[in-house]
């Protein structure tokens, strides 16, 4: 997780993420809160034992979005590290190979890393987990098309990392028209034996279909949130580690909140929820809990 030092909302990437708003703070106030937010949400998750290693952004360059940091880097149990192509180009600055630096630090072997980012130059984009939803159990992963997700990146990512694709459109109402939602992890969770999903987001019919299909198929419940629980963040979950190897389904306090009590039950039948007020950081960002968190599979050394 990376702690923020130049928080605020990014005027580049509010052109096609219609989660962000403005809010009527000074971006030092911004930055502040969002800090606050940070530092008490990784409280919550240490509380229950989740091993977090937590890396401070430097002042430059400037990163307004560097608190979400699964967009750019991903981490798998072969030992292999994905570095992915980013749709705003200030967010290539969030780029740090001292991370990796970190990561061995912290004893975890780093074999091989795949670096996507010269798709930019042909103005390609796959933004890391926000754009792939990894099941690594059954060697599948999701991808909703977007400006930020190319299919043939996406391919080429499944065809390197040996996952099966399972591919669609999700889209999201904006100003009455259907528009594409920019990241598939806003509109999806994918857990060990569950799926939280917008499937009113999936508006193809044969898509919405094949993707609940590959997701049964699989023994994963479908636990279905509206696009109205989607804004407020619901489907931006990631399932984590505590300790004694009990599993945490990780969420905002806003998504928590606009869950019915039958689904926290649904859900709590297979883990128990975190949640953390997280409303400056997803109002100025729109981004939730799973985009502040790169989940770590590398083995250890």
């Avoid at 049964?216 to 419940?221: A, L, V």
Wanted: charged fraction near 25%; hydrophobic fraction near 40%; charge should be negative.
């Amino acid at each position: 997780m990376i702690r923020p030092v130049s928080f605020r909302m990014n005027e580049q990437t509010a052109v096609n993420n219609y989660f962000m708003e403005d809010i009527d703070m000074k971006n030092q106030e911004i930055n502040q809160k969002a800090q606050e937010e940070f530092d008490a949400f990784v409280s919550v998750l240490k509380n229950k034992g989740v091993n977090v290693i937590v890396v401070q952004d430097t002042k430059e360059p400037d990163t307004p979005d560097s608190i979400f940091p699964n967009n750019w880097i991903s981490f798998h149990a072969n030992g292999t590290v994905g570095v992915y192509p980013m749709f705003a180009e200030n967010r290539r600055n969030e780029r740090r190979e001292d991370i990796l630096d970190v990561l061995e630090k912290n004893n975890f072997k780093i074999k091989d890393v795949i670096d996507y980012t010269s798709a930019e130059d042909e103005e390609l984009y796959l933004e890391g987990t926000g754009s792939i939803l990894i099941d690594r159990v059954n060697k599948k992963a999701y991808c909703a098309l977007s400006e930020r997700a190319a299919e043939d990146l996406f391919i080429e990512f499944c065809e390197d990392f040996d996952f099966f694709p399972v591919i669609f459109t999700a889209n999201q109402s904006v100003d009455g028209k259907r528009l594409p939602i920019y990241h598939t992890n806003v509109m999806m969770a994918l857990a060990e034996t569950f799926v939280v999903i917008c499937t009113d987001a999936i508006d193809d019919k044969k898509e919405r279909k094949n993707v609940l299909d590959h997701l049964k198929k699989d023994g994963k419940e479908i636990i279905a949130i509206t696009e109205q629980q989607m804004h407020h963040f619901a489907g931006n979950m990631l399932q984590v580690l505590g300790g004694a190897d009990k599993r945490y389904m990780v969420m905002s306090s806003a998504a928590y909140g606009s869950l019915t009590p039958k689904q926290i039950a649904q859900i709590e039948n297979h883990c128990a929820i975190l949640h953390s007020s997280l409303h400056t950081i997803e109002t100025c960002g729109g981004g939730s809990a799973r985009c502040m968190m790169a989940e770590v599979f590398l083995p250890k050394s």
